[in-house]
């Protein structure tokens, strides 16, 4: 087992886990716990959200939902769902996802099981440290065409092309840029995010529609 705690996580790595501990492991811990998993061939890394990693990500979800209000976009939140396929031994709980392209898709479900249903269009990945586990892996193995990735300073958006992901300027999701001037002003905004007081009440540390 490995410990790291940082500024913006707090990382645990255990290693030989199997498939059916992480199954009971997310049993056992709930919805509502504070810690997030991702889960890569017996590898389960345990990440608990500090100030500096929840704050951007509550920012990135205002952004998401305003920005799809004001083009007149459906989309819908699934927050820090568990993603998982037992046949591929994967599994992510996102900062945040949405289901945009294929919104009708998932229209009316009350839950989400990847082994029949699409997986998200786009997820959200608050990294401000460096993961044990490889996330761009799971996510293109899981099938998520974009990710999004932010690290404190800077926003990357990305596209899964025939099975990995290749960085680029724009996003598919929704019609932006990274030069887009409001985009450039939101990121600034995350950069000084420790200087932000937010205090609009939080039911709980996990988002889930």
């Known amino acids: 087992m490995i410990v790291k ?10 290693y030989n886990i199997s498939w059916e501990t992480f199954e009971a492991l997310l049993r056992d811990t709930g919805e509502d ?22 704050n951007p990500k509550i920012q990135f979800d205002r952004f998401i939902l305003v920005l799809a209000g004001e083009l007149g976009i459906e989309i819908r939140s699934a927050g820090s769902t568990t993603l998982k396929r037992k046949i591929l031994k ?5 900062d945040t996802c ?16 990847l082994e029949n249903d699409l997986p998200p269009d786009l997820a959200i990945e608050i990294d401000i440290t460096s993961s044990s586990v490889n996330k761009l ?11 999004w990735r932010y690290d404190g300073q ?16 724009s996003s598919i999701a929704f019609p932006i840029d990274y030069q887009n001037l409001r985009l450039y002003l939101f990121v600034r905004t995350l950069a000084m995010c420790s200087n932000f007081k937010d205090t609009t ?9």
């Open 33 to 54: 716990r504070g810690s997030r998993f991702a889960y890569d061939c017996g590898v389960l890394e345990i990440m608990t959200p500090l100030f500096e990693h929840e």
């Open 98 to 113: 949405y289901y945009i392209q294929n919104e009708l898709a998932i229209r009316g479900k009350q839950t989400l099981d």
């Open 154 to 169: 800077n926003l990357k958006f990305s596209q899964l092309i025939e099975g990995q992901y290749v960085e680029c300027k």
């Open 5 to 14: 705690s940082t500024v913006g996580e707090q990382r645990t790595v255990l």
């Open 137 to 147: 892996g799971i996510y293109s193995a899981l099938g998520v065409t974009e990710l």
């Open 90 to 94: 994967w599994g992510i709980e996102p």
């Open 201 to 209: 009440p939080q039911a709980s540390s996990k988002d889930k529609n």
